[in-house]
């Protein structure tokens, strides 16, 4: 709705909005992106007008997708191919963009943003470790442990306790 009220005060006409996309009737001319870009920068947002830069964040909004959606459907199928099909481009060009313009691999996003979702799930205390592996398809929760005190530097168990700790609870506070 920001980027809305943005682009309309500008006095450019959306036709379509998503997440880290927005199309336009209008050609923007060189002042109209410069004012557009210091608005949107005002209110936390940035216009990527670099092609390869706006192709990353579509692959980045994709892996978001994937992982942290509630559709046990769409966290089972093969990333690769995921990406490859909702891009409408070969993962091979894809993964050799990813990695020249954010410095890791396609790979190393995905396990950094499970292991975000792991942290997530961790903090509810909800679940047990053994069903954030499943909810997540680890193929073990030694796999999913491995995996997290590498990206981390700390167990699962360990990450938990220093949360436990920082929480006070409604008496002490």
Known sequence: MVVQQVLQEEGLHPIDIQL????IQEELAVNQAQSLREKLEEVGFELLDDKKQKMIERIKTVIITLIHSE????QKVNHSD???????????????LFSEVEGITIEKYIINQKIE???ELLMYDELS?????DQLHYSSVQHLSNQFKKVTGLTPSHFKQLKEKKRKSLDQV
């Open 20 to 23: 880290g996309e927005v199309q």
């Open 82 to 96: 995921y990406i490859a099909e909702q891009l409408n481009r070969d993962y091979g060009y894809l993964s050799s």
């Open 117 to 119: 979702k792991v942290k």
């Open 71 to 74: 559709n046990d459907n769409l």
């Open 129 to 133: 470790l053994s069903e954030i592996a």
